[in-house]
């Protein structure tokens, strides 16, 4: 299973390719744009947002419901196009576009994507680096999600904290369900400070990020491999991640913690039941080892860097002039963490899927289920 997206921030529609879903999937629209709903909540977010309203169409490789097995196409119109239409227009035009972009923002693509590609106009870099681009990742991912719910495995999200305001112990899955959207952090404390913390952000014209911690659970043991470095599941796990817009640290179970720890406080001690199987009383490696799945909940944490557009710019200098200035403004968001807990679910639902349809195969779900419950039993009875 792989995919590609497409699309400029301000051009007429994303897009996603996913290919190598097998056939079979229940699929709708609806389902889809429930998680582009989730995408486009969250406290701290700009003005774009009440703009659009994602919607998801499909425009191949699912009919009557179904998935075909052949590649699935998604677009999500761009409703703020419209007000762009001529700066973001595909025909030649006489003169210079408005709305270029030519004093770039520190901790943005502007700059490293105006020298790499060579231009002038930095818009044409970050129409591409807008975490607009996501949509089309959770639309993708919410394929994979559906996919990983017929092989029994859920995918959950909590907002760990925003800026200094930040939960200290671990959380539990079930603590991971029905969260205030706007704010999923499971402890009503930190959601204060951490809506006080936007507030003052805000106000100060800065911006702030985050932590968010994302889990699936039902997870077969044996996705990933230790064979070769490529084919370890946490290296992949920490791609799709590390690849969401302002991401900065990913960490597997309490990996950050462990590095200051001793083994003996470290590790998953090795239990076993005539029923369950092999199980551990506890998950600090957070589902893998070796670069495979052990059969406990996968748990990564992904730190999100504060969003680079400041209202209150940070020193730059003009692209074409060389003249310093201050970086220029763009809308933007003052906090997108609980948006990027949503994309941090389609990352995780996108890797796992990958891997389970890469282990178990599968042209059809009905092959795919067959394979991995197959699997699943050979693992019981070992
Ligand atoms: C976003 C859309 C963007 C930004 C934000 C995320 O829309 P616009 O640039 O028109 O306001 O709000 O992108 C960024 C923060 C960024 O740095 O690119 C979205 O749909 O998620």
Known sequence: MRFLTAGESHGPALTAILEGCPAGLALSPSLIDAQLARRQKGYGRGARQRIESDHVEILSGVRRGETLGSPIALLIRNRDHKAW?????????????????TLPRPGHADLPGALKYDRRDARDILERASARETAARVAAGAVARALL???????????????????????????????????????????????????????????????????????????????????????????????????????VG?????????????????AYDGERGFRRATNRAGGLEGGITNGEDVRVTAYFKPLATL???????????????????????????????????AAMALALAEALTEKFGGDSMRELLRNAEAFRRQVREY
């Open 254 to 270: 309490d990996g950050v913690a462990s590095s200051a720890r001793p083994g003996a406080v470290s590790h998953d001690a090795i």
């Open 311 to 345: 209202m209150k710019p940070l020193p730059s200098v003009d692209l074409a002039t060389k003249v310093p200035g201050l970086a220029q403004i763009e809308r933007s968001d003052v906090c997108a963490v609980p948006a990027a807990a949503v994309i941090g679910e």
């Open 85 to 101: 239409s001529d700066t973001m227009a595909a025909e030649p035009r006489e003169g210079a576009a408005d709305r270029a972009l």
């Open 149 to 251: 719910a017929e092989c029994g495995v859920a995918v959950a999200s909590c907002v760990l904290g925003i800026g200094p305001a930040f939960l200290e112990r671990s959380v539990r899955w079930e603590e991971c369900h029905d969260l205030d959207e706007d704010m999923p952090i499971p402890d009503e404390e930190t959601r204060r400070r951490a809506l006080a913390a936007i507030q003052e952000a805000s106000a100060r014209g800065d911006t702030l990020g985050g932590r968010a911690l994302v889990m699936a659970r039902g997870v077969p043991p044996g996705l990933g491999s230790h064979v070769h470095w490529d084919r370890r599941l946490d290296a992949r796990l920490a791609f799709h991640f590390m690849s969401i817009p302002s991401a900065k640290a990913v960490e």
